[in-house]
């Protein structure tokens, strides 16, 4: 967290910051800091409105708050964006190595609505 708020200082005028608000609201998110994650994801939807990992993190932590109208929504724009993403798809190449993260990932995109 702390080199991407590096990073986020260094450069301030760099367009492509939507990676490091992507990291960030991962990193947020797994943190437990959901409101947190949410923040950060949509400022980065403001900048690029068709980045999968934003609506991953949004669906998520809405899910964890119990704001399921919103995760389902988030859930809908992701799949919107890739049709083929599922549970089976994240079991099978998931985004991240670490077995906690990737079993708090299914279990909050489960909670989310994200079909098997």
């Not at 980065?44 to 991953?56: D, F, K, S, T």
Request: with cysteine; aromatic share 10%.
């Amino acid at each position: 967290m702390a080199a991407c708020h590096k990073a986020e200082r260094s450069n301030p005028r760099d367009t492509r910051e939507s990676w490091l608000y992507d990291t960030l609201g991962h990193i947020y998110f797994f943190f437990g800091e959901y409101e947190k994650a949410i923040e950060v994801s949509e400022k980065q939807l403001h900048q690029e409105r068709n980045l999968v990992g934003a609506y991953v993190t949004l669906a998520c932590a809405h899910a964890q708050l119990g704001h399921q109208q919103e995760a389902k929504q988030y859930i809908g724009q992701l799949i919107k964006h890739v049709p083929r993403y599922s549970l089976r798809a994240v079991r099978k190449n998931p985004m991240f190595v670490d077995p906690e993260l990737v079993s708090n990932l299914i279990e909050s995109l489960e909670l989310a609505g994200l079909p098997e």
